[in-house]
């Protein structure tokens, strides 16, 4: 099923069923297409590992609000809070401790989250309107391009994708940048939009 971005009231009500309803969601966010749905839902993760056959030890990131942040995460770290004070919200992830109490399919190994805090509408209507944190990687298979229109998620992925959310192309730029601060200094595990010489400006952060 595919609806447009603004929603109606009645695209908003639909919206809230397929993500009540532990669907696949495609959406855009302010660099490329997404593929998520609610975080909360193992059958959601496992869904998404297999539509684009990504390693298990690849964990999956989460699309958030500051609210959900305080819920999902913790820190004692004045640098953290610069980052989102300066990048959030942005196309800046950061990889930070999660609390012990969440689902096991959310925590990898390392007892780790990798969170964003979109400047994407369409993604920051989503977890309102879903009420939950958002699974929010790349909606393509692993290897293949990244999409930058609804058509493009439709060709790749077909018929595996629940709901298709049309917001017209988007910029096509470079994914997120993924911070681990967990690290001493932190360190950039994907290099994104947000380059090292602007992190650096904030806090150290090495390549």
Not at 107 to 135: D, M, W, Y
């Amino acid at each position: 099923m595919l609806i447009n971005y603004p929603f109606s009231r009645k695209s908003e009500h639909i919206v809230s069923e397929y993500i009540s309803g532990n669907q696949i969601l495609a959406f855009p966010t302010e660099t490329i297409y997404g593929l998520g749905g609610n975080a909360f839902s193992k059958n959601v993760v496992d869904r998404i590992f297999s539509i684009k056959d990504r390693p298990r030890n690849k964990p999956l990131p989460l699309l958030i609000t500051t609210e959900w942040l305080h819920r999902l995460c913790k820190w004692n770290d004045s640098r953290i809070n610069n980052l989102i004070e300066v990048f959030w919200p942005g196309p800046l992830t950061l990889i930070l401790e999660c609390k012990h109490d969440l689902p096991e399919h959310l925590k990898n190994n390392s007892g780790t989250l990798a969170v964003r805090f979109s400047s994407s509408h369409a993604v920051q209507r989503l977890v309102e309107i879903g009420e939950c944190p958002i699974i929010g990687t790349s909606a393509n298979r692993s290897g293949f391009p990244a999409c930058s229109s609804a058509k493009k998620v439709e060709t790749q992925l077909k018929d595996q994708v629940d709901l298709v959310i049309d917001g017209g192309e988007t910029s096509g730029n470079l994914v997120s940048t993924i911070v681990n601060c967990l690290t001493e200094p932190f360190k950039i595990v994907r290099n994104g939009i947000i380059s090292s010489t602007d992190l650096n400006q904030i806090c150290e952060v090495q390549q």
